[in-house]
């Protein structure tokens, strides 16, 4: 699912909301948590999961062409992990009848 088909699916859903009162809507959420994320904080969503910061240490990579050795540095990536109803849902759905939303 793509965030227009999520702004789309949304707007069908609730009719009193305008399709540009929708993609508003969706664009604020998701900024805010692309927000929270980068200070840095946790952000958990009971029933769907949590969204936190991992942090990857420095490490030694090569370079495939010239087989030379690179240093990789420190890296703070998103991680997100599913709540127990989340898997649960996902768990229960007969593969070939997916219906997101």
Same mark, same amino acid.
Request: net charge positive; hydrophobic share 40%; glycine share 6%.
């Given at each position: /699912?793509? @965030? &227009?088909?999520? =702004? ?14 929708? #993609?508003?809507?969706? +664009?604020? /959420?998701?900024?805010? /948590? &692309?927000?929270?994320?980068? @200070?840095? *904080?946790?952000?958990?969503? @009971?029933?769907?999961? &949590?969204? &936190? ?5 420095? @490490? /030694?990579?090569?370079? %495939?062409r010239s087989g030379?050795? =690179? =240093?990789? %540095?420190?890296?703070? $990536? %998103? *991680?997100?992990?599913?709540? +127990?109803?989340?898997? #649960?849902? $996902? !768990?229960?759905? $007969?593969?070939? !009848? =997916?219906?997101?939303?």
């Amino acid at each position: /699912m793509t @965030r &227009s088909d999520l =702004v789309t699916r949304l707007a069908e859903r609730f009719a009193q909301l305008t399709q540009r009162d929708t #993609e508003f809507a969706v +664009k604020t /959420m998701l900024d805010a /948590m &692309s927000d929270a994320l980068a @200070r840095g *904080h946790r952000i958990e969503i @009971r029933g769907f999961g &949590s969204f &936190s910061i991992n942090r990857r240490p420095p @490490r /030694m990579g090569r370079n %495939p062409r010239s087989g030379e050795q =690179v =240093v990789i %540095p420190e890296k703070l $990536v %998103p *991680h997100f992990k599913p709540g +127990k109803a989340l898997r #649960e849902a $996902v !768990d229960a759905q $007969v593969p070939g !009848d =997916v219906d997101p939303l």
